[in-house]
Structures are given as structure tokens and as C-alpha cells.
């Protein structure tokens, strides 16, 4: 028997720097992908996957995250006296999807010292990681099948995803080996960000993390390691390659929806995509797009 997962963890103390200069005075995870910020879908995946604690890593001028998952009762307010009940039900979403917690990171030391500031409210559990640049469509229930394999195997379990080998050096990359499930893999060894020619593999791990509490003790003596950093990756090859100390690593392969909002490109495309596939906007905006690019961009 496993301890139920009921937390998730959510660094978003990074600078956002690539988006500059729109992000010089508003955080990057709330810039809005379609209609919702990017951290709403993020805070939503936590919450269907039954994780409704969520502790959320921040740093300076992050305020706004607070105020878009608090309530507004100005805004309600305003809405109901419009008798706009649709706008008013999405406003009013936001604050209720889970127990929000907030904390500081203080200095950028890397996501491997963002995770350990979780650890007093973690305590002795094990809980989930959501990396906000990665969006996983909720079609697709990543995270659900994580949780699953962590409370079947114990231990700690990554998400990873095959990809370009040309790619995998902007990845962590894991060496694998299969297990009697075909989307489970024992994870063995992992390397961060490995040239294309040292990879162990063409998985990489993406931004979905369910880990045991164990990784605290190991990230408290993991020396910085990758751009000076504190790397969660270095702190997970521990303890792949010693069971004794946390349990197994184990990997979920995903092969679903991925909207990579991670640079500036990726992130207009995850918006087209999106924006595509609701029934609200889709069918006008399809035709938009298909005449757009039949006249505006020819090849």
C-alpha cells in the first residue's frame, strides 16, 4: 500500500526572460494561451488528476498568480449585476479548482532548489511536479497514469517523451529499460541536456514529475551542477541508480497532445492549436487560418 498523492508542486519563479519585454512586468505563466493563462490549464491538470493541493514556487513580481487564483469579488460582483453568468462562471473557475499555497523562492538556483522549497509542506509524501511549460491537453491524462504507476511501484516517476534526435540536447535524456507494461519503463540512468552523440536514448523528460519525498534528502546534497544550477535531473539519477534510497525510477512514455509554450514559437503555435480545436472559435477560425495561409504565405 502507497500513501495517496494529493500534492503537486508548480516552480514558476523564472524570469521569462525570452518573452521579454512582455514579461518585464507580467510573469510569464500568465500570458494568456487562447483566453486562459498558461498556468490555469497547468493548476487544471493538477486538479483532475486529484491532486487538489497545490503548492505553487514563486519569486518577486509574481503577485499576479496569487491574485488570479483568489477571489474577486469586485469583478463577481460587477458580473452579476450584468447578469453575465458565463463570464461570471469562468472568473469564479480559477478560485476554485484547488487549495492554493504560494512560497518564495528567493534566489534562482535551478528547479532542483525549486523543488526543495517545497519540502516543508510536502513533508513525508510523495507528491507531483507540473512544469508550466508544458501543457498537456486534458484529452490526454498524463498525469492520472503517472499517479497510477507511482502508487502500483512506489518510488518516483517521470514523464518522457521520444523525440528528434537532434532535439534530445535540450532535454533531460533517460536510459531505459522495458518493463510487462508497454507505456512503463525502467529508468536506469539519466543525463541533462547530453549531446546528440552521448545520448542514453531518445527519451527525453518532460515537464511531469511524481516523486518521492526521499528526493529532498538527495537534492539537500546535490552540488550545482548544469549552468551552476541545482538540477533535479542530478538528484534523479541518484536514485535510479540506487533503489535503496527512494525506490525505483520509473518513466511513463506519453505519446498524446503536448503544447510546448516554452519559447516564442512554440508558444504561438500551442495558441493555434488550441485555438483550433475549441467549438467555440474553431470553425470561424479554421477558415481564417486556411485562407490566411493559402494568400498571405505562399510557399
Known amino acids: 500500500m502507497h500513501t495517496r498523492i494529493t500534492k503537486a508542486v508548480i516552480p514558476a519563479a523564472g524570469l521569462g526572460t525570452r518573452f521579454l519585454p512582455a514579461t518585464k512586468a507580467t510573469p510569464k505563466e500568465m500570458l494568456p494561451v487562447v483566453d486562459k493563462p498558461a498556468i490555469q490549464y497547468v493548476v487544471e491538470e493538477a486538479a483532475s488528476a486529484g491532486l487538489d493541493d497545490v503548492l505553487m514556487i514563486t519569486g518577486r513580481n509574481k503577485r499576479a498568480l496569487e491574485d488570479h487564483f483568489d477571489r474577486n469579488y469586485e469583478l463577481e460582483s460587477a458580473l452579476q449585476k450584468k447578469g453575465d453568468a ?63 504507476v507511482q502508487e502500483q511501484h512506489g518510488g518516483s516517476v517521470v514523464a518522457l517523451m521520444e523525440v528528434d534526435p537532434a532535439q534530445i540536447h535540450l532535454y533531460g535524456c533517460a536510459a531505459v529499460e522495458a518493463t510487462e507494461d508497454g507505456d512503463v519503463v525502467q529508468v536506469t540512468d539519466l543525463v541533462e541536456k547530453p549531446d546528440a552523440a552521448d545520448a542514453p536514448s531518445h527519451y527525453a523528460v518532460i515537464g511531469r514529475y511524481v516523486l518521492d519525498p526521499a528526493v529532498f534528502g538527495v537534492l539537500r546534497r546535490t552540488e550545482p551542477g548544469r549552468g551552476g544550477e541545482i538540477q533535479l535531473t542530478d538528484a534523479l539519477q541518484q536514485l535510479a541508480a540506487d ?14 497532445r503536448r503544447y510546448d509554450t516554452g519559447d516564442r514559437g512554440d508558444y504561438l503555435r500551442a495558441i493555434v492549436q ?25 510557399v
Do not use: N
Open 243 to 256: 533503489e535503496k534510497i527512494g525506490g525505483p525510477v520509473h518513466g511513463v512514455v506519453f505519446k498524446g
Open 86 to 148: 458565463a463570464r461570471l462562471t469562468k472568473v469564479q473557475e480559477s478560485s476554485d479548482l484547488a487549495t492554493m499555497h504560494y512560497v518564495r523562492q528567493g534566489d534562482p538556483k535551478g528547479l532542483g532548489h525549486a523543488v526543495l522549497c517545497a519540502a516543508p509542506h510536502v513533508g513525508d509524501e510523495p507528491f507531483a511536479v507540473l512544469l508550466g511549460d508544458d501543457l498537456i491537453d486534458p484529452r490526454d491524462p498524463l498525469l492520472a497514469r503517472m499517479v497510477e
Open 274 to 298: 488550441l485555438a483550433c480545436e475549441r467549438e467555440d472559435l474553431g470553425p470561424d477560425f479554421r477558415v481564417w487560418l486556411r485562407r490566411y495561409v493559402t494568400e498571405q504565405c505562399p
